[in-house]
């Protein structure tokens, strides 16, 4: 089921490439860029944008790789697109406040991150089954190659964390995504060093506002809940001055996503490929939008 009062509208600027959902009722309305993941663009998060434009906020879905006419990887992404599309929101006249939120998904929640960390234009982050960590481009994708970078700052490659260097052939790994613990992230988290680690690290506690951290103790995408207990410590270790906090659900996996979207035809004690059940994954789904919507009513 994917019912939508709400349509979008597709924006191509020198600077941006996104779906634009605005807010239903009177405006203006507060502004959220919302951040796909792994799977590229025009897939579930754009359910999310229009939930949320119902809910009346002005939303920009930021297209950064698979969609007409934006690069076919997510190989070498500036970041820089993400402020850009910050600022279009906010220059718009239906757009309320100085600030805008931002909600990612899985790679979408650690650009989340990464972008609430660089940009002052970035209140509110929800990241969704994130990770505390910048991870390299996926090489098992077309025309990636090992160790080359997903996100790059004023032209630079930010560091990443080696996954590559650290996940070998006789580790038996064939399928880079669903795979249950150790999986290639968990192997790359622990046989790294210290030193990797914090190259890699993302600083959260830079984000100019409040953080919400959605994770599924299932998740066998990547250790969705350790990596956002890992964000959260740092925050609460640099006494970020914003509310914060972890919600992680054991019984969920990594997709933890769209709510209320739980198909008819599927059995709710059956296991989604990337972890949890989907009975598990969907109440995660409600309870995550209930918290979402408390931490964005603060813009």
């Known amino acids: 089921m994917d019912e939508r009062f709400v349509a979008g509208t597709t924006i191509r600027t020198d600077a941006v490439s996104a779906r634009l959902f605005p807010g239903l009722g009177d405006g203006p309305h507060p502004g959220v860029l919302v951040v796909h993941g792994g ?20 939303v920009l879905c930021v297209e950064y790789f698979d969609a007409p006419g934006v690069r ?7 970041l820089k697109e993400f402020g850009d599309a910050a600022d279009w929101l906010l220059q718009r006249p239906s757009v309320a406040g100085e600030q805008v939120g931002v909600v990612g998904f899985s790679r979408g929640g650690e650009a989340a991150l990464l972008v609430g960390s660089q940009f002052e234009t970035v209140g509110v982050v929800v990241a969704y089954v ?13 025309d990636v190659g090992e160790g080359q970078p997903t996100w790059t700052l004023g032209g630079d490659p930010l560091p990443h964390l080696p996954i590559d260097k650290y996940v070998h052939e006789d580790d038996g790994i064939d399928d880079p995504l669903g795979v249950e613990e150790p999986n290639a992230s968990t192997l790359a988290i622990e046989r790294s060093t210290v030193e990797e680690k914090e190259r890699a690290t993302i600083s959260v506690d830079k984000i100019s506002g409040p953080v919400l951290l959605v ?12 990596l956002a207990e890992r964000a959260a410590d740092r925050l609460a270790e640099r006494d970020h001055p914003w509310r914060f ?3 992680s659900f054991p019984k969920a996996g990594h997709a933890i996503r769209v709510p209320y979207r739980f198909g008819g035809e599927t059995a709710p004690a059956g296991t989604h490929r990337y972890g949890g059940t989907h009975e598990a994954n969907a109440r995660a789904a409600a309870r995550a939008w209930h918290a979402t919507l408390e931490y964005l009513d603060s813009l």
Do not use: F, I, K
């Open 39 to 58: 799977g590229g663009a025009r897939g579930y998060e754009q359910t999310y944008a229009a939930l949320l434009a119902e809910h009346g906020y002005t």
């Open 72 to 78: 076919d990887v997510p190989l070498g992404v500036p």
């Open 130 to 142: 994130p990770s505390c960590y910048v991870w390299p481009a996926p090489s098992w994708m077309d």
């Open 215 to 226: 994770s599924g103790g299932n998740d066998t995408v990547w250790p969705s809940a350790v």
């Open 245 to 247: 906090e972890h919600r």
